[in-house]
């Protein structure tokens, strides 16, 4: 039947730290501030909007957390949004049928030379034979750039005097099968989205590649044009990722969150520095952290969290030494347990709870357990319940009647039920019995 | 009406249309919205969105509305035309500066030190001022100081092979001060009166690398020599520029910015706010990618080109 001790701790989780819930006024408030946050970061206008509107959706009525003020509680709503919208880190994809080709795009002075080079790096060190294709036959020495970081890197760089970009990457793609080098990074030359012929161009060798990856390499420090660049490159090259550069200076990066936002494009790594080594994986809550520039309100939310996390566990504790706990309580808890997901994280946060949880195996609780014992507890009545120390042979046949169940099943939770209010009392006290497993059977 | 800066000699159809599409952007639409006669809360709005997207900044447009919305309540104006008129007439003051209208350039030697983080167009710039200046009958001489970025001394040596005029070169990794007292040399010897000294990109933030620009103006200071730090800002940076300008400003003085990469269609609204707390004039803005595409930055133009109307943005 049942065989944690889950429902109790949940229970008392819900009670803590509560001080209220967050009104309007409060978030309008601290939403003014937010918002000159994000357009001091350079987050498109359009894009706080509409993002400063979905928070204040969640943040009314939301409850405020015991050492946090409203306002601070409202900063800690929008930081877990930013995070959210931000997005997963995202792979690299990988060609079925090699060599996998990554093309890079961009505007002019975004990076993507060095980038070249430091994903040729970086993905040497995994295991691959990169190959590093200077495709931009227009910048005075981009090609002798490319080559130059090649040589320092012992990476092979393909070039083709005088020819075409198109023509230079296909026949690139050639010696790469010829030879057995993947990936084929292509390296192109920086544009305006708007310049139509190297927009054309750009098309035009995706079409004969085609490559597995069209990464837009983009300065963190755009602004505001940030979403009209992304959106252009885009619609006419179209884009399955991007690679935020020059994050090692102080720019609040909110480009990122602009770009992400509208174009749908998973952000896969970011750069912070000028040699080959400083390509990173990107951090979600490193970047939202450092849009919102609010950091010393974000270290007082961390520490309220972790207080509140504290007090959660001492106040978890003390009742389990107390050992209060009764029917009446187990049925309340149970009730949220079926609202709850997965506990395990709670679970952990608990002094030796997790080192119960490994040894009891898999404690959860299914459906079916939960509605018979919910069952048997609802036939009893409230004395019963606080007390259950009086249920003997006819009460438990009434029970049993009431619920469906056997007077065996109704004598089992109440010997299970006996066994975890004493092991609680020991786990408070710091003692752990012998035979834990057995309870959980 | 008025010239385009972005003008160009040719009458290519696709550079035309490629600047009538940067031109339908947020400044065209205010000239627009402001065409109607009443001064409503909406304009106010849509004026907010229209200058924090053209990267003025929050704080900057803020100042710069209460103050229009004072003077509207004042009745110094009235309808959309006037406020499009006072508006554009603040924005060419804040643009203003005391030395914007002397010259950059002194008689005999005058030592030009391109600065500016990595990626904004200091190489391709150097080439334009050259090649600009050479035509005002300058002697010019250019200084390859980009002595760490790979190939970075090759692509200025490239550019001045193409448009002949000479560069004083060095080996990569070589301490950029040391080419900086070879261009002075080279330049005093031969009777040239301009030394264009490229530099490395480098962020600001980067300490080492803001001592050795220092050391750098250090060098030009103690020849003597007239020095102008000109920083390179790209238009498309955000409100970090503010903070790379401040950080420039400190390590090597500022005596004037180029404003690059105007093609596009980042407006550079940030150079409202920069001007006004740095005091430095911007002194050029780049179009393109080419040796010509250079304009010496005139204010009221600028200005009035945001605001300009095209055919495409009447029906909006």
């Known amino acids: 039947m049942f065989d944690s001790l889950s429902e109790k701790l949940q229970a008392v989780f819900d009670q803590l730290g509560r001080k209220g819930k967050l009104g309007e006024k409060d978030v309008d408030e601290a939403l003014r501030q937010v918002r000159l946050a994000l357009l001091e970061a350079d987050v498109n206008f359009r894009v706080v909007r509409d993002f400063v509107a ?75 034979q990169p190959l590093l294709v200077a495709a931009d036959p227009y910048r005075p020495a981009a090609i002798s750039q490319l080559q130059i970081l090649g040589k320092q890197t012992e990476i092979p760089v393909f070039t083709q005097a005088g020819a075409s970009p198109p023509d230079v990457c296909t026949a690139a793609l050639r010696e790469a099968r010829s030879l057995g080098q993947n990936p084929v990074i292509l390296d192109t030359a920086g544009r305006l989205h708007v310049d139509d012929e190297l927009m054309d161009e750009l098309a035009e060798i995706k079409r004969r590649t085609p490559p597995t990856e069209v990464l837009l390499v983009a300065d963190a420090m755009t602004g505001q044009d940030a979403v009209k660049v992304a959106e252009e490159f885009q619609q006419r090259v179209g884009l399955t990722g991007l690679i935020l550069t020059k994050l090692d200076g102080d720019t609040r990066g909110g480009a990122a969150l602009s770009v992400r936002q509208v174009t749908g494009v998973p952000i896969k790594f970011v750069g912070v520095g000028e040699r080959t080594d400083a390509l990173e994986q990107f951090h979600p809550d490193r970047m939202a952290s450092r849009i919102l520039g609010m950091g010393d309100v974000l270290s007082l939310i961390e520490r309220a969290q972790e207080t509140f996390d504290q007090q959660r566990v001492q106040e978890l504790q003390k009742k389990m030494r107390a050992a209060t706990f009764d029917l009446e309580d187990f049925l309340e808890q149970m009730r949220q347990l079926k609202r709850m997901g997965p506990l395990s994280q709670i679970m952990e946060m608990i002094p030796g709870m997790s080192r119960l949880m490994k040894q009891a195996g898999d404690a959860s609780l299914n459906e079916s357990d939960l509605k018979q014992i919910e069952a048997i507890i609802l036939s009893m009545t409230p004395d019963e319940r606080h007390h259950p120390e009086i249920i003997g042979g006819s009460r438990r046949r009434r029970i049993a009647r009431g619920s469906g169940m056997t007077p065996a099943d109704v004598n089992q939770l109440l010997g299970q039920f006996r066994q975890a209010q004493q092991m609680m009392k020991a786990m408070a006290g710091g003692k752990l019995p012998k035979n834990i497993a057995g309870l959980f059977r | 009406m008025f010239r385009r800066i972005f003008r160009r000699e040719e009458k ?60 509207f309540r004042r009745g110094e104006f009235r309808t959309g035309d006037q406020l499009n008129e006072a508006l554009q007439e603040r924005l060419v003051e804040l643009l203003r500066t005391d030395t914007a209208s002397l010259p950059l350039l002194s008689e005999g030697l005058t030592v030009v030190l391109m600065i500016g983080v990595n990626g904004v167009g200091k190489t391709t710039t150097i080439a334009k001022l050259g090649h600009y200046w050479r035509g005002e009958g300058r002697r010019v001489m250019l200084a390859a100081g980009d002595t760490f970025r790979a190939a970075g001394i090759e692509q200025l040596e490239v550019w001045a092979d193409r448009i002949q005029i000479p560069c004083v070169g060095a080996q990569p990794g070589a301490d950029p001060a040391a080419v900086v007292y070879d261009g002075i040399a080279a330049a005093t010897a031969r ?126």
């Open chain 1, 54 to 128: 979905r928070v204040k959706e969640r943040a009314i009525g939301a409850e405020v957390l015991q050492s946090l003020s409203p306002a601070q509680q409202v900063v800690k709503i929008v930081h877990e949004q930013l995070i959210e919208l931000l997005g997963e880190p995202a792979r690299l994809s990988h060609a079925s049928a090699p060599p996998t080709v990554i093309m890079l795009v961009g505007l002019q002075g975004s990076g993507k030379t060095t980038t070249a080079a430091k994903l040729a790096v970086l993905l040497r060190k995994q295991g691959n």
């Open chain 2, 191 to 316: 009777g040239f009166d301009t030394l264009i000294v490229d530099t490395a990109g480098r962020l600001h933030t980067k300490t080492n690398l803001m001592e050795e620009l220092k050391k750098v103006r250090r060098v030009v200071d103690r020849h003597n020599v007239p020095a102008r730090s000109l920083l390179v800002l790209d238009a498309t940076t955000g409100q970090n520029a503010v903070l790379q300008a401040r950080a420039f400003a400190q390590a090597a003085g500022l005596d004037g910015i180029v404003v690059t990469k105007l093609d596009g269609t980042a407006k550079g609204g940030v150079l409202f706010s920069i001007v006004r707390e740095l005091g430095a004039p911007v002194r050029f803005i780049g179009t393109g990618e080419r040796v010509d595409d250079l304009s010496p930055f005139d204010p009221e133009a600028f200005v009035a080109s945001l605001f300009a109307v095209d055919a495409v943005d009447v029906d909006q």
């Open chain 2, 12 to 71: 290519d159809p696709k550079l035309e249309a490629g600047v009538r599409k940067t031109r339908s952007s947020f400044f065209g639409r205010i000239a627009v919205l402001l065409r109607r006669t009443e001064v409503t809360e909406d304009v106010w709005d849509e004026l907010e969105e229209l200058l924090i997207g053209a990267d003025v900044g929050a704080a900057t447009t803020d100042v710069l509305l209460q103050e229009m919305r004072g003077r």
